[in-house]
């Protein structure tokens, strides 16, 4: 199994332009999750889908937006950017394990840097 | 608004030196607590906890968590420069949510 896939790794747009980070994954996850890093802090949850077809927002989602048809895929579009949106950003997935708890897998993270 | 706390924020020990992360927090509908080593790249989980009390051991890694005190602890002992890394909480919240909300890291330096 490849896990949790990203493309691209590394990304320079220029402000306006617009953009669509990869994902995806081959472990039959339903929970896909997409998160940001700023230096320093913790990560900060975008966007999240629960499977096929369904997705929410997460504490940060302006300026980003999702799509889930397929289970594998997860792509996060970002419409003109913004210096605000220079980051590292993580895709995950995950299942429920039988007694609760959602363990989260991570992509290896596309370094995006708005200038 | 869901908070979880880490300290220290940094910490620099020698090789061989035991130590001790913190995590408190506070979410709602609490389903369990996750811990995540960062190094130059994505997060690799290590150890969830759902339940107080119990240990979760590996290597020379473990973690307990207080349900009670909301925090967990993660300790490390005989350090080795490999441990080098950002350490992560996260409580993941359930009733439909399915969030972690992670802390800002302790930020483990070990030196020879």
């Known amino acids: 199994n490849a896990g949790v896939t990203q493309t691209p790794k590394f990304r320079i747009l220029k402000i306006g332009q617009s953009m669509t980070l990869q994902c995806a994954q081959d472990?039959?996850?339903?929970?896909m999750y997409w998160y940001r890093q700023d230096p320093g802090m913790g990560l900060k949850l975008i966007y999240y889908?629960?499977?096929?077809?369904?997705?929410d927002k997460g504490e940060v989602p302006n300026g980003y937006n999702v799509s889930r048809s397929t289970t594998e895929d997860f792509p996060l579009r970002l419409e003109l950017a913004a210096p605000s949106q220079t980051s590292v950003y993580f895709c995950?997935?995950?299942?429920?394990?039988?007694?609760?708890?959602?363990?989260?897998?991570f992509g290896p993270g596309t370094r995006l840097t708005v200038t | 608004e869901d908070k979880v706390v880490q300290s220290p924020l940094s910490l620099v020990v020698h090789e061989g030196d035991t130590v001790t992360l913190n995590c408190s927090y506070e979410?709602?509908?609490?389903?369990?607590l996750l811990w995540y080593k960062q190094e130059k790249k994505a997060p690799t989980f290590l150890f969830m906890l759902t339940s107080s009390g119990i240990e979760k051991k590996s290597g020379r890694l473990s973690s307990i968590l207080d349900k009670k005190e909301l925090f967990s602890i993660l300790n490390i002992t005989a350090t080795q420069t490999g441990d080098s890394a950002i350490y992560l909480c996260?409580?993941?919240?359930?009733?439909?949510?399915?969030?972690?909300?992670f802390g800002k890291g302790t930020k483990l330096s070990v030196i020879p």
């Open positions: 995950a997935s995950s299942y429920e394990r039988t007694r609760g708890g959602y363990e989260q897998y």
């Open positions: 996260a409580p993941n919240s359930g009733a439909g949510s399915y969030q972690l909300t």
């Open positions: 889908s629960v499977g096929a077809g369904i997705t």
């Open positions: 979410v709602t509908n609490f389903r369990s």
């Open positions: 472990m039959n996850h339903n929970y």
